[in-house]
């Protein structure tokens, strides 16, 4: 994999990790005074660590970190608003669990071309980043499961 083809990847990561801060702190606030709630702010500031990583990356190899602009609504077939306005707390679990599961093919896909190539701080980001996402996936989805399972309206 090319330096350059590898910034750009690297970018589009941060962009979409970015995008995840500012969309799980608006949960938050949505969802104020719930347990949601907090688990979405405490979920946001471990998107936060992985944006802050992957800018340290970017840098060292050389490049500066920047949004590509709209990275979360081609995961959702169109245009979602700036926050994403997903209705009820059943939608805004699907949502989540979408963009989880994008970034985590993403990161698999992205470790097995790299490799150790760029060497091991890289290897070392972008696997932590992807166990963090699996957990955030398996939380969302048990809330999933326990909400459906109750069947409430969303
Ligand atoms: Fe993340
Ligand atoms: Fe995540």
């Given amino acids: 994999m090319e330096r350059e083809d590898l910034l750009l990847k690297l970018n589009w990561f941060y962009s979409l990790e970015e995008s995840q801060v500012e969309l799980y702190l608006a ?3 949505k969802f ?12 946001a500031l ?3 660590q992985h944006a802050d990583r992957l800018a340290a990356v970017i840098r060292a190899l050389g490049g500066e970190p920047h949004r590509l602009g ?14 994403l306005a997903f209705t009820g707390l059943k939608k805004t679990l699907q949502g989540n669990i979408r963009i ?7 990161y698999v896909a992205l470790l097995k071309r790299v ?25 969302f989805a048990r809330r999933l499961a326990d909400y ?7």
């Fill in 27 to 29: 949960q938050s606030k």
């Fill in 32 to 43: 104020k005074g719930t347990y949601e709630s907090i688990v979405f702010e405490r979920t």
């Fill in 46 to 48: 471990v998107e936060q």
């Fill in 70 to 83: 709209d990275v979360l609504s081609p995961l959702f077939g169109g245009f979602l608003g700036k926050t």
């Fill in 100 to 106: 989880e599961n994008k970034a985590m093919a993403d």
């Fill in 115 to 139: 490799g150790a190539a760029f060497g091991p701080e890289l290897q070392t980001v972008l696997q932590h980043n992807l166990v963090d996402e699996d957990v955030h996936t398996a939380w």
């Fill in 148 to 154: 459906e399972l109750l069947d409430l309206e969303d």
